[in-house]
């Protein structure tokens, strides 16, 4: 789940992180009077890249500060990770100006390998983290932290010696680092980034910019994180699927999948582009799926206008094939299918579910395997045929 960045900060700030005080603006909000000039405007949208995009302005004056909100309030900001769709401007957070001298990037994330946390810095501050790795990956200084252990003086050091940061801000640093690392673990984070970290010219770090991300499977240990979602921002079918108890993800192409697991649903959309086709979404409908849950999971898959095609992979070990079946044929019929939906079964009452398929008198099509399944549908999107009742 993500958070905008006037919210990240307020996290970091509850952890003891120095950030700057801010004011958040909404759409119908009366500009206050005791601002203060020269202030920084910042459309609150979920990507990175807002600068570029026309999202972050310096304004020296109340008269400035209105003719901004009026441009940003409705607009829709196109970044390099928002696609051509952008994201629409309805919040706006206004922070003092600072005489930035350097500027850093510094980041916290899990480290798989070693089972610990991984900081990540770099003095190539105010550049997108993977435009650096991909371009200059020698420029990213990477800091292993254990679990056991904890955050060390040593640790901070390091960071800033690679970095080229002046050992007079170490006790600010070590502030902001340990106030990072109690946040990502007591918060189940899977993603901390201030970038840019800001040395200001009278000797000062400044939080300019903050994003934080959660691993969804610990949101439900703190509730009072879910307030913080913006359904502006979400995926209007993946909020659907969640209130579903649906686990979906929108993606790029036209086959629309369902598939029960989550490694059977990664392993069908490998081998769809292995055949030259283009997954629509991920979509687990879990092993506990019922015909509602599967007539929704249709509702879904057929409200994305790209979907010309719905592959259908089923392997039943706790879901039977049985239920499914039934739950696709409700959905035909009671949502007026009008693409093909290839359908595979495998396992508990595969048989009998194959059986309701067959004599449903719906165009559903029936695959032998996993790999005919995935043949056809690649082929239909391909040729962009279309079945009608």
């Given at each position: 789940m993500k958070i905008h960045e006037y919210q990240a900060k307020e996290l970091l700030a509850q952890y003891g992180v120095p950030v700057p005080k801010g004011i958040l603006l909404n759409e119908r909000d009366t500009i206050p009077d005791d601002i203060r000039f020269p202030c920084v405007v910042k459309?609150?949208?979920?990507?990175?890249?807002?600068?570029?995009?026309?999202?972050?302005?310096l304004v020296n004056s109340t008269d400035g500060l209105n003719k901004t909100a009026g441009e940003l309030f409705g607009t829709r900001l196109v970044t390099r990770q928002t696609g051509p769709e952008g994201r629409t401007v309805h919040k706006l957070l206004l922070t003092p100006a600072e005489r930035i001298k350097k500027e850093y990037y510094l980041g916290l994330m899990p480290d798989f390998e070693n089972s610990g946390l991984l900081i990540l810095a770099s003095a190539c501050g105010g550049m997108e983290i993977e435009q650096i790795a991909e371009e200059q990956p020698d420029l990213i200084f990477?800091?292993?932290?254990?679990?056991?252990?904890?955050?060390c003086d040593y640790h901070v050091r390091q960071l800033m010696e690679n970095v080229g940061m002046s050992s007079s801000l170490f006790g600010q640093m070590r502030t902001i680092?340990?106030?990072?690392v109690r946040l990502f673990l007591e918060k189940d984070c899977s993603m901390e980034e201030i970038n840019p970290l800001s040395e200001?010219?009278?000797?000062?770090?400044?939080?300019?910019?903050?994003?934080?991300?959660?691993?969804?499977?610990?949101?439900?240990?703190?509730?009072?994180?879910?307030?913080?979602?913006?359904?502006?921002e979400e995926d209007e079918k993946e909020l659907k699927a969640k209130e579903a108890g649906l686990n979906y993800i929108s993606l790029s192409g036209a086959i629309g999948c369902m598939v029960n697991g989550a490694g059977l649903a990664m392993a069908t959309m490998d081998m769809l582009e292995g055949y030259g086709g283009h997954p629509a979404n991920f979509l687990d409908v879990g092993g506990s799926a019922t015909e509602e849950r599967i007539k929704k999971a249709f509702e879904i898959l057929l409200s994305d206008e790209q979907v010309r095609v719905i592959l259908v992979n089923i392997f039943g070990g706790i879901i039977r094939c049985d239920i499914v079946a039934r739950g696709i044929l409700g959905a035909a019929k009671d949502l007026d299918v009008k693409i093909p939906v290839i359908v595979r079964l495998e396992g508990t009452d595969a048989e009998e579910g194959r059986r309701l398929l067959r004599e449903s008198g719906l165009l559903v099509i029936p695959a032998e395997n996993m790999s005919d399944a995935v043949k056809k549908a690649v082929d239909m999107e391909v040729s962009r045929i279309e079945y009608f009742d």
């Open positions: 459309a609150q949208i979920h990507s990175g890249g807002r600068g570029k995009a026309g999202g972050v302005r990477r800091q292993p932290v254990s679990l056991q252990i904890g955050l680092l340990k106030g990072m200001t010219e009278d000797g000062r770090i400044h939080i300019t910019d903050a994003k934080i991300t959660f691993d969804d499977n610990g949101c439900l240990r703190h509730p009072e994180l879910m307030s913080l979602m913006d359904p502006f």
